[in-house]
């Protein structure tokens, strides 16, 4: 089976960018989840989706972030304007609250760098 | 306070040898579930065991196994006959559970573990 894909794996981009980073979560998950991850914080969670809708942003550090789930297979999350603050490694990830253990498949994450 | 503590930065284990990873946590919630994840070098995140507040047993899962103290708050991760494979980050994870549809994991901030050969 197919885990949670994330793209792209690596991202290098000026800062004032837009960048967008996507996520297909595992197929018949119905909860999808957004880190962030830098040395200095940690790993952070920034917002989750329960059916496509987001039930908890306040994660989010601010309005340049945006996130949104149109379908139940694809997710995206959005920095605009970027800043070189915004350079960590994002992860998505997804589970389904079906099972006992609801345990959070993660993707690769994506290497993001503003210069 | 923060919920999940990890209290060991860094460990040096030999091979071979069994190994435990602290974890202590925080919470007013009488349900509750708490999780350990690998992290490689190579950065992905990899779910290793599971263990549930009103889980009467400890939970295993092959060479990993979950040592739960409910009254002092403490899951702490023991991994027998470690192999270099084994190093790595871990990171110990917990869900509350009192409000229905809350599944957020708070994260602690990891223990990097190496293993010598």
């Known amino acids: 089976d197919a885990g949670v894909i994330q793209s792209p794996r690596h991202e290098v981009t000026e800062m004032g960018q837009e960048v967008t980073l996507r996520c297909k979560p595992i197929s018949g998950h119905d909860y999808l989840f957004w880190y962030r991850q830098t040395m200095m914080r940690g790993l952070e969670l920034l917002i989750y989706?329960?059916?496509?809708?987001?039930?908890?942003d306040s994660g989010m550090p601010e309005d340049r972030f945006s996130a949104k789930m149109p379908n139940a297979s694809f997710s995206t999350l959005k920095i605009q304007p970027s800043e070189p603050r915004d350079s960590a490694v994002y992860f998505c990830?997804?589970?389904?609250?079906?099972?006992?253990?609801?345990?959070?498949?993660f993707g690769d994450g994506t290497r993001l760098s503003i210069l | 306070a923060q919920k999940i503590t990890q209290t060991q930065p860094g460990m040096f284990v030999q091979e071979k040898e069994a190994v435990t990873l602290d974890c202590t946590y925080d919470?007013?919630?009488?349900?509750?579930?708490l999780f350990w994840y690998k992290q490689p070098s190579s950065g992905e995140m990899i779910f290793l065991i599971y263990?549930?507040?009103?889980?009467?047993q400890n939970a295993t899962e092959g060479r990993y196994s979950l040592n739960f103290q409910k009254a002092r708050k403490s899951a702490n991760l023991v991994i027998s006959a470690s192999q270099l494979g084994d190093s790595a980050m871990y990171f110990c994870?917990?869900?509350?559970?009192?409000?229905?549809?809350?599944?957020?994991?708070?994260f602690g901030t990891g223990t990097r573990l190496t293993i010598i050969p």
């Open positions: 990830a997804s589970s389904f609250a079906g099972l006992v253990i609801k345990s959070q498949h």
């Open positions: 989706f329960n059916n496509n809708v987001p039930i908890d």
């Open positions: 994870a917990m869900r509350e559970t009192a409000n229905f549809g809350n599944e957020k994991l708070t």
């Open positions: 919470t007013s919630d009488q349900s509750y579930g």
């Open positions: 263990q549930g507040s009103y889980d009467e």
